[in-house]
């Protein structure tokens, strides 16, 4: 969807290594909704971020929202082999009605031992 | 365990005909979703729905029928004026209309023949 992109499309990184995934909405966010899939599988929730400038970890993962609530980062710490996999974020609009989510691209993660 | 199940896991279908897919929840969650998902391209809704007998269109609805007579189950039709089937076909429920939060099943992937 143009109304919400990520980047990179994908991403090689070496074990132990940071890394940065980006989601930029067209518009101010309701809410913000991290997603990891493995590939031929289901969408695993990870984050949700809802406030300006929120940020939420979990293990070595973490989210952040712009205090604008329009750019969303995901940040993984020293990064391992079980990373790997597609990252997805899914955008809350307050416009839209109900619970419709807008999905990204996703962002394709190998991490090499 | 509570969760979300779609079966069968993969389906093969001779082009021109019907196919039904199962969405089962246990959560006691109100709204359920259908997703189509293609590849290197993010989730699109197909359908959805916020309360039993009732649901809305999504972003791709032509060539595709649902029905919510349960609370639990939503099931999808792929019809034969789906142009284009083949694909990942993802299911998700959210507690109620103003959560947005959303669990998604392990997926089906249909390929026409």
């Known amino acids: 969807s143009q109304e919400l992109e990520q980047s990179p499309q994908s991403l090689i990184v070496q074990e132990g290594k940071n890394l940065t995934i980006n989601c930029t909405s067209s518009?101010?966010?309701?809410?913000l909704y991290w997603y990891k899939q493995k590939y031929g599988e289901g969408l695993i929730f990870l984050m949700m971020?809802?406030?300006?400038?929120e940020e939420k970890s979990h293990e070595k993962i973490t989210a952040k929202l712009d205090e604008k609530k329009q750019q969303s980062s995901l940040h993984i710490t020293a990064s391992q082999p079980s990373h790997a996999g597609i990252y997805l974020c899914?955008?809350?609009?307050?416009?839209?009605?109900?619970?419709?989510?807008?999905f990204g691209e996703g962002t394709q993660l190998t991490v090499n031992p | 365990d509570g969760g979300i199940t779609q079966s069968p896991k993969y389906l093969f279908r001779k082009e021109g005909q019907n196919v039904t897919l199962s969405c089962e929840q246990n959560?006691?969650?109100?709204?359920m979703y259908w997703y189509r998902q293609d590849p290197g391209q993010g989730l699109r809704l197909i359908y959805y729905?916020?309360?039993?007998?009732?649901?809305q269109k999504g972003d791709i609805a032509e060539g595709y029928s649902v029905s919510r007579e349960k609370k639990e189950s939503f099931p999808l039709t792929v019809t034969s004026a789906q142009k284009n089937p083949t694909a990942f076909y993802l299911c998700?429920?959210?507690?109620?209309?103003?959560?947005?939060?959303?669990?998604f099943g392990p997926g089906t992937r249909l390929t026409v023949l």
């Open positions: 518009k101010t966010l309701y809410g």
């Open positions: 899914g955008a809350g609009w307050a416009q839209t009605s109900g619970s419709r989510l807008t």
């Open positions: 959560l006691n969650h109100d709204a």
């Open positions: 729905s916020q309360i039993v007998n009732d649901f």
């Open positions: 971020l809802q406030k300006g400038g």
């Open positions: 998700a429920s959210s507690p109620d209309r103003d959560t947005d939060t959303q669990y």
